[in-house]
């Protein structure tokens, strides 16, 4: 498993290289203290490569509940079945989704009542701690060999999201691999623009080094 310092401190037990900062933080406090909830269910929510799956993973692993990914397109029956199941077995129910129940295509109105009422807790787009970690660790996991100044560079100059972290290291890693060489600042600039990835946030003028 790969370790990686962060700039906060956490004790919790979350696995699979799951990097918890302000973004999650109360996602993953909710989950693992599924024993105090007002009800048997609960709702997770993130954007896409946020990790809300392996969150949810590792409350199955921790509570012996059931999980339903991908719940805004399930079935409204087997929503409401599984949670009535839940109530009666007290056996957690964790509804995973990409945006607040409200939003789901909800017909059945004892379903969308019920889903009104549960705690719903979201994964929020990375925070800069976060973001600079995720940089760092996706590249780790591959093995790329990359400038020390790269994370940060890069940090300056992409959007801050889960998505778009995870396209971009994957576009540099694939350069590297091409090339046989790092990932320098300059062969990330020319990778970047030619995968229209640049420019996309302006510089800090007060930040600008020379490249």
Same mark, same amino acid.
């Given at each position: %498993?790969?370790?990686?310092? $962060?700039?906060?401190?956490? /004790?919790?037990?979350? @696995? ?8 999650? @933080?109360?996602?993953?406090?909710? *989950? ?12 997770? &929510? ?6 809300? !799956?392996?969150?949810?993973? /590792? ?16 079935? +409204? ?10 109530? &009666?077995?007290? #056996?957690?129910?964790? %509804? ?15 379903? @969308? ?21 995720? =940089?760092?660790?996706?590249? +780790? ?13 890069? $940090?300056?100059?992409?959007?801050? @999201?889960? #998505? ?8 540099? +890693?694939?350069?590297?691999? !091409?090339?046989?060489? #790092?990932?320098? *600042?300059? %062969? ?11 420019? =996309? ?5 007060? &930040?600008?080094?020379?490249?």
């Amino acid at each position: %498993m790969s370790q990686i310092s $962060l700039p906060f401190d956490w /004790h919790g037990t979350v @696995r699979d290289d799951f990097l918890v900062s302000e973004a999650n @933080r109360i996602a993953v406090s909710h *989950l693992e203290n599924w024993q105090n909830w007002p009800l048997s269910v609960g709702v997770l &929510t993130g954007p896409p490569r946020s990790g809300r !799956s392996t969150l949810a993973r /590792h409350f199955a692993r921790i509570s012996g509940g059931t999980v339903i990914d991908d719940a805004q397109e399930q079935d +409204d029956h087997r929503l409401f079945h599984a949670w009535n199941e839940a109530q &009666t077995s007290r #056996k957690p129910l964790l %509804m995973v989704g990409r945006s607040a129940p409200g939003g789901w295509p909800v017909g059945l109105p004892d379903l @969308r009542s019920r889903l009104a009422a549960v705690p719903h807790v979201a994964i929020e787009e990375p925070d800069e701690a976060l973001a600079r970690a995720l =940089i760092q660790q996706q590249f +780790d996991l591959v093995g790329a060999g990359y400038s020390a100044d790269l994370p940060d560079w890069l $940090l300056r100059r992409i959007e801050r @999201r889960y #998505k778009v972290i995870a396209d971009v290291t994957r576009l540099l +890693d694939q350069a590297a691999l !091409s090339s046989g060489r #790092k990932i320098s *600042l300059p %062969m990330a600039k020319e990778a970047l623009q030619s995968a229209g990835y640049l420019p =996309i946030v302006p510089p800090d003028p007060s &930040t600008v080094q020379r490249e």
